[in-house]
């Protein structure tokens, strides 16, 4: 997906929009949403720890932002920082605790940590929350044989 900039040939149209967000932020200062906006499009441009500071930014400013707390947890894990991807997967079902992806995430980390068991009561806390979606029913399975084969 690519825009043209006048005189700068073929930018894609995430650095356009950083340019942008970076442009809104110098004329209105920061705004959680600006920020964040912004950290999405530099972490789309694989700049994770820029991204990362800009998440918090806006969180710190805003902590009651559930998508983003899935986005900063989504790069923590990313980078191997399980435990501080498990801080915002947590924050996130606070927020929305009748959602299934913060604790489908979770069992993610704790499966990457090698914890199985923690990791089937995550994805059995999903499934409870989303019982027809056959991802997390399959990930439960999944995890349910790995625990009875490990008896």
């Not at 073929?10 to 970076?22: C, L, V």
């Not at 964040?36 to 400013?61: N, Y």
């Not at 899935?70 to 991807?85: H, I, K, V």
Request: with cysteine.
């Amino acid at each position: 997906m690519s825009s043209r900039i006048a005189g700068d040939g073929m930018i894609p149209a995430y650095q356009k929009a950083e340019a942008m967000f970076r442009q809104a932020l110098k004329k209105n200062g920061e705004s959680p949403d600006l920020l964040a906006q912004l950290g999405k499009c530099v972490a789309l441009q694989g700049r994770t720890d820029e991204a990362l500071e800009l998440f918090l930014s806006s969180l710190e400013m805003n902590p009651a932002q559930p998508i983003l707390l899935l986005r900063t947890g989504d790069l923590y894990f990313s980078q191997g920082c399980y435990e501080e991807a498990m801080r915002f997967y947590e924050h996130y079902e606070r927020l929305r605790p009748e959602r299934a992806r913060g604790y489908a995430r979770m069992g993610d980390c704790l499966l990457a940590q090698g914890y199985i068991w923690s990791a089937a009561d995550a994805y059995s806390l999903a499934v409870d929350r989303d019982p027809d979606d056959p991802g997390l029913r399959r990930q439960l399975q999944e995890m349910m044989e790995i625990c009875l084969s490990d008896i």
